[in-house]
T-cell receptor
Framework: DTTVKQNPRYKLARVGKPVNLICSQT?????MYWYQKKPNQAPKLLLF???????READTFEKFQSSRPNNSFCSLYIGSAGLEYSAMYLC???????????FGPGTRLTVL | AQKVTQTQTSISVMEKTTVTMDCVYE???????LFWYKQTASGEIVFLIR??????ENATVGHYSLNFQKPKSSIGLIITATQIEDSAVYFC???????????FGKGTSLVVHP
């Protein structure tokens, strides 16, 4: 089973309000990633966990937080949503030694 | 730093023909991994095929195959006998051997006509 699950699938948020997105995988993958995807653009890596170590990209360091309480679960937290956060948020996981990523179906976030 | 470039923004082909999508990459690492992914109309991204830099043989999975030209830093995706359901956006990606951060290209949109 190579399933990565994300909840919710659609999220409507107000400007300035927090947003929490959830991802889970049961493949025992050691690395979990969060991407932001906008139309006609490459997926933009926001952060990733290798085991319990969080790595955040320099240009999104202050905008996104994450937690990984166990191997299977990872969240993405936006403290104060802005209009520019409207996008598809994709979670992915990979296993050491395999390197390819398995993506979830995504959460489509709309900020109004 | 890694860089992946897909110069074809969109390709249109007839069903049952063969299509090649181009991708060139840049890396300082001698060991790296190259991938192709497919984004379906629903937005979901699916892993298709992978090429390890140290392997000389081109990878093949089903009707997907790769044209790996290491001296040219090129990894083309070849789809044979295209089907309508192959219509999607295809992303080329790479990852250095010692790096957990993949880099994606901007994607190539493929439309397969009946």
């Amino acid at each position: 089973d190579t399933t990565v699950k994300q909840n919710p699938r659609y999220k409507l948020a107000r400007v300035g309000k927090p947003v929490n997105l959830i991802c889970s995988q049961t493949m025992n993958h050691d690395t979990m990633y969060w991407y932001q995807k906008k139309p006609n653009q490459a997926p933009k890596l926001l952060l990733f966990y290798y085991d319990k170590i969080l790595n955040r990209e320099a240009d999104t360091f202050e905008k996104f937080q994450s937690s990984r309480p166990n191997n299977s679960f990872c969240s993405l937290y936006i403290g104060s949503a802005g209009l520019e956060y409207s996008a598809m948020y994709l979670c992915a996981s990979s296993r050491e030694g395999r390197y390819e990523q398995y993506f979830g179906p995504g959460t489509r976030l709309t900020v109004l | 730093a890694q860089k992946v470039t897909q110069t074809q923004t969109s390709i249109s082909v007839m069903e049952k023909t063969t299509v090649t999508m181009d991708c060139v990459y840049e890396t300082q690492d001698s060991s790296y991994f190259l991938f192709w992914y497919k984004q379906t109309a629903s937005g979901e991204i699916v892993f298709l095929i992978r090429q390890d830099s140290y392997k000389k043989e081109n990878a093949t999975v089903g009707h997907y195959s790769l044209n790996f030209q290491k001296p040219k830093s090129s990894i083309g995706l070849i789809i044979t006998a295209t089907q309508i359901e192959d219509s999607a956006v295809y992303f080329c990606a790479m990852r250095d051997g010692g790096n957990y951060k993949p880099t994606f290209g901007k994607g190539t949109s493929l439309v397969v006509h009946p």
